[in-house]
């Protein structure tokens, strides 16, 4: 194991970061020379904050900042990589490099506040001209960063190994990096140089517009992303038109297929479809268990039912969960009682063909710390959900929370759009508790307790304010 490292060697390990030596040479250097394999603006504060203090006073020279990219982008199973090819035709390789920059500022891991900051300012200075880029004619795997400075004691310096200008490369993965100053710059600027004379000029204009139009930098009217979010937001709950047979069915089986249950239906199945499950949260009596057994029809698929001993039915099915698996034609469910999670766990368990789980008074597993209730996840693991309660909201808002935690995964959830439904929550737990706060102390005939209410209430008004 290497226990010391030399000065000259930059190994990304300990304190001895390419990203620091880079801030420090950058904010002392007159001109920049860069061969990279492709220039990401990733996430690499230091060097734009370093650069930014330079242009704000002044210190960016013309074609201060010279890149070289070496290699072209592409996008594949596991994210972003770096890709080689030949090309002799000159529209080609502006037109594939062009390509690249679309690939780059359109892929997830860069769809950042930080880095829409960073790559604004970078345009900035292409459009100024104090950053140039240019692309070598042949595939360039090198990495070389030439420095000429303001130090009297080491005017030209030089760094070369495998760190590429990622945030990756210069500070959190391994890398071997070696910075040379004692000799070899002459020869090195002119390997630069030699390829930067052989190399593509990038219109500034192709580029600023690439990536004003056609990636996460391009400007959206305001008005245009509210409507695009509302679309969205309709279109995930876009009702299903579930045809005339169920609504057949139900006339045959003497049941009235009342309006407010026909869109009760085509919306839950919507919502299955999209997010693996629904809350069918009607207050007693409006037929929560036919809307519940048409959506089950309607998805042609068997499932299980979990309910309430009292709620089960008779074995002549003339009552309860039994009727109506007999009436809606059901067959293949099996009803099993809360108190028999774990005989219920097994069947599915041991059957391959259970794809969708019916809770009836889903409320009584709004606690997560209890066995039951994990049991019941288990049960509903990978199948479509069904929770039917009149009280889905009984003491705070992680109750819902528990309950919707049984068909979608916390952080990474369809029901929101940025997929994060736990920082949701956890913003209508703080907001209900300080509500909660106000409503119990507003009227305190204690003064200390009056403040308070009321700079919550200052404080949630900046907000919205």
């Known amino acids: 194991m290497l226990k010391h490292t030399p000065q000259n060697f930059i190994t990304n390990s300990g304190n001895k970061s390419l990203q620091s030596r880079l801030k420090e040479l950058v904010g002392i250097s007159k001109e920049l020379k860069f061969l990279v394999g492709f220039f990401y603006f990733s996430g690499i504060k230091e060097l734009y904050e370093t650069l930014k203090e ?18 072209n982008v592409d996008k594949g199973n596991f994210g972003l990589y770096e890709a080689s090819k030949s090309i002799e035709n000159k529209e080609e390789t502006i037109r594939d490099f062009i390509e690249s920059i679309k690939i780059a500022f359109t892929n997830e891991k860069l769809d950042k506040k930080e880095i829409y900051e960073q790559a604004e300012f970078f345009v900035e200075l292409l459009e100024k001209r104090k950053l140039v880029i240019r692309k070598t004619k042949d595939p360039n795997h090198a990495k070389l960063y030439l420095f000429k400075t ?9 760094i070369t190994g495998s760190s590429n200008l990622t945030l990756a490369g210069i500070e959190s993965q391994n890398e071997f990096n070696v910075e040379i100053k004692d000799y070899g710059f002459k020869d090195a600027e002119e390997y630069f140089d030699a390829n930067w004379e052989r190399a593509i000029e990038l219109s500034t204009e192709d580029v600023v517009n690439a990536m004003r139009r056609n990636t996460f930098l391009r400007y959206i009217d305001p008005f245009v992303a ?11 709950y876009q009702a299903k038109d579930i045809g005339k047979e169920l609504i057949s069915l139900m006339e045959r089986k003497g049941y009235r297929p009342y309006s407010y249950q026909i869109e009760a239906v085509s919306q839950a199945i919507a919502s299955c479809e999209a997010h693996g499950g629904v809350i069918l949260a009607d207050v007693v009596g409006l037929g929560k268990s036919i809307v519940a057994c ?53 069947f599915v368990k041991n059957s391959d063909n259970i794809d969708i789980v019916v809770i009836d008074e889903a409320h009584r597993f709004r606690n997560e710390d209890t066995a039951s209730y994990n049991q019941l996840k288990e049960i509903c693991r990978g199948r479509t959900v069904m929770l039917l ?28 759009l940025d997929e994060n439904l736990k920082a949701k929550f956890d913003e209508y737990e703080d907001l209900f508790n300080e509500l909660s706060y106000i409503k119990k102390h507003y009227n305190s005939s204690n003064a200390e307790r009056r403040k308070k209410p009321k700079n919550i209430t200052k404080r949630s008004l900046e907000k919205i304010l």
């Open 54 to 71: 330079l242009y704000e006073n002044g210190k960016l020279q013309d074609e201060h900042i010279k890149i070289l990219v070496g290699l």
């Open 294 to 346: 048409m959506v089950g029809k309607a998805m042609g698929k068997r499932g299980i039912v979990i309910s309430p001993p009292h709620l089960i039915g008779d074995d002549a099915k003339t009552i309860g969960w039994k009727k109506y698996l007999e009436d809606f034609e059901l067959y293949g469910w099996e009803v099993w009682s809360i108190g028999k999670l774990d005989e219920a766990l097994q």
């Open 226 to 236: 509210y409507v695009y979010l509302i679309k969205n937001y309709l279109d995930t």
């Open 389 to 416: 309660t009149a009280t889905p909201f009984n003491n705070k808002p992680s109750d819902i929370f528990s309950l919707l935690k049984l068909f979608t995964i916390p952080k990474k959830s369809t029901i929101v």
């Open 150 to 158: 303001t130090e009297t004691g080491a005017p030209e310096l030089f």
